[in-house]
């Protein structure tokens, strides 16, 4: 029992390592008028999908066998490939995880080009898609994957809506369907957005530099504990060894 409980604990770990990854799926434009960006798995995923699945038929027919006996064995390894393989559907790869924080960091300078668009006489939709196409990079790239739809004629207030569910470009589509929803002029609420976000990246780089500040001090000291000991320390107790010989 100790080995086939060993072998069904590996399995578990195994195809866990391989199922989960943290994050969101990653996003392609919308078919249909409407329709939000549609989700799917990364490649690498949907790589470890078939295995991961495998390995946890193994764990779960091993564990539920000796538990519930062979009927119960095959519906609690079944279940447990099912789970997997929605964990795995719902992954996110190191490369899109790093887009994604890419297009979080990027958010403020998108913003401003909307900001900016709105100032010069666009209608909402005209700016965002003119901030899209105006900045590369995966905040450009999502914004433009959302906004796919309002060319096919889709209702702007679901659009926003769907982009105010994204992980990076949330403040946005949460301003934008504030502003459509409430009449508020669009143009300042986009442009207290900017304002705001600019103030919390310059916030973060001044924490960022006192962070490198503080983690310097640390390695330094190290560098300079030699030099104290040599020229502070032993002189000191050399002397006072002296005066007691």
Partial sequence: MTGWSLLAGGAVAVALLLAVRPGGPTLVAGTAAGSDPEPRPPADVRRHRAPAAVLAVVAGLTLGRAVLGPTGGVLVGLAAAAAVWTLAGRGESSAERRDRRRAAADLPHLVGLVADA?????DPVAAVRRAGAALP??????????????????????VWRALGRDPALA????????????????ARVVH???EQLAEQARAGVEDRARQVGVRAAVPLGLCLLPAFVVLGIVPLAATLLGDLW
């Fill in 118 to 122: 709105l100032r010069s006489g666009a």
């Fill in 137 to 158: 990079g995966p905040a450009g790239e999502r914004l433009l994957a959302h906004t796919h739809a309002l060319g096919l004629g889709a209702d702007p207030a679901e």
């Fill in 171 to 186: 403040p946005l589509g949460r301003a934008l369907g504030r502003a459509h929803d409430t009449g508020t002029p669009v």
């Fill in 192 to 194: 207290l957005l900017a």
